[in-house]
């Protein structure tokens, strides 16, 4: 079994078992604490990797157009037993054209590789991968602590997969003059911005090259306080105001489409699995805006200067949540972020080498302790249902490509 994210259905494969507590249990402590020496060295990795391309899929109206068009050729080689070609559309999502630098695919595959190196540690990835590193930075030149920018450059350039990711993040740091903190600082925000244009790959290129001019770099470079998590949340304003919309205007490209907008509006309504994750993004919405009125009374209660920096960096990315819940999607790696998605938009249907894990239609507001005794109505059923629709679709589509009948494979 390979690990991957079937965009067609929501299921998640995953080549490694699940432990016993978390099948018990539930995945909330796996997106709370991916790293937990209880899950092994490979989960915390595969599980979130593919993990984060199911919420690029929600975040994103270019990944779920992709998704529409299949759906519709789906239904129309259902309604109609013929099978539509695949358009345009669909072929340059993988393809490497002329004028851009990398494919929109390989974008993708950088984005949820930035963050599981993040969450993982380079450092610790180096070790697992066995990929060899020249040299160290100093230590003051480290971005969190826990490793160097030496090492997080090197592991997204490098690693068995680098042919699938390397290539966005090797033409950022030509770009930028091997600037690592300006990637880190502005790669999250600008990477989501792009995938809701419906021209990525030329948005996202746009975006960097505007954030390498002078006076946008010294302004983001003096504002760095050493806190990676605490910049992206610091800078957010600063670069969708002086970088995404003067690119999108530029461009004359729309604002900000998501996945959800594409789901509400278009076929995708009709898919029996992901038309149910709008009401489970409403319960996620309203839980960002009662948490922080929660934390906005617990703030008038307590006098300002004596909060630590802890605390003050929590105030802000509960705060920044309640305002702008994409923020929320765009910093998966953020822990707080990543426990949300995790809790509230976990992915349908993930199957494991040992355990086929279904998550609940229906998102709780709160968390329970007690997960075995609550009730439970799963999408197992009807990603099973899914599953055999796409199956036989797939077969008539290499029926096809033979020169076969539709039903050669069945």
């Not at 504002?223 to 910049?231: A, E, M, V």
């Amino acid at each position: 079994m390979s690990n991957n994210f079937e965009y067609l259905s929501g299921a998640i494969n995953i080549s490694a078992p699940l432990p016993d507590t978390l099948q018990e249990n539930g995945l909330d402590h796996f997106y709370e604490d991916p790293n937990n020496a209880q899950w092994g060295d490979v989960l915390c990795r595969v599980l979130y990797h593919e993990s984060i391309h199911f919420w690029q899929f929600l975040a994103s109206g270019y990944i779920a157009n992709l998704v529409s068009e299949e759906w519709r050729r789906l239904n129309h080689f259902e309604q109609m037993n013929e099978i539509i070609p695949k358009s345009d559309f669909l072929k340059n999502f993988t393809l490497h054209s002329d004028d851009k630098p990398f494919s929109p695919y390989e974008l993708t595959e950088c984005w949820a590789r930035y963050w599981d190196v993040h969450t993982r540690s380079p450092a610790r990835i180096i070790q697992e991968e066995k990929i060899e590193i020249e040299r160290l930075e100093p230590i003051d030149k480290r971005l969190i602590g826990t490793y160097s920018w030496i090492e997080y450059d090197t592991i997204m350039q490098k690693g068995e997969d680098s042919h699938l990711y390397a290539q966005p993040y090797q033409w950022l740091l030509e770009k930028s003059s091997g600037n690592s903190y300006l990637i880190a600082l502005l790669f999250p925000i600008i990477t989501h911005a792009s995938f809701g244009s419906p021209d990525p790959v030329s948005f996202f290129t746009g975006c960097f090259e505007r954030a390498t001019q002078a006076d946008i770099t010294k302004e983001i470079m003096e504002h760095r306080s050493g806190n990676i998590n605490f910049d992206w949340i610091n800078s957010w304003t600063f670069a969708w105001y002086q970088i995404v919309l003067p690119t999108l205007e530029e461009k004359n490209l729309p604002i900000f489409t998501s996945g959800f907008d594409v789901i509400q509006r278009g076929i995708l309504g009709t898919h029996p699995i992901y038309h149910q994750y709008l009401e489970k993004a409403q319960v996620l919405w309203k839980f960002v805006k009662l948490a922080n009125i929660f934390d906005a009374s617990d703030e008038d209660k307590n006098n300002r200067t004596d909060y630590s920096m802890e605390q003050i960096e929590n105030h802000a990315i509960t705060e920044m949540a309640a305002n702008n819940p994409w923020i929320i999607f765009a910093l998966p790696g953020q822990p707080h972020y990543r426990h949300l998605l995790g809790h509230y938009l976990s992915p349908p249907m993930i199957n494991f080498k040992n355990f086929t894990y279904s998550s609940d239609k229906v998102s709780s507001m709160w968390e329970s302790g007690d997960k075995a005794s609550e009730s439970h109505v799963t999408f197992e059923s009807q990603s099973n249902e899914l599953e055999i629709r796409i199956k036989r679709f797939r077969a008539a589509e290499k029926a096809h490509s033979l020169g076969l009948p539709l039903n050669a494979f069945e």
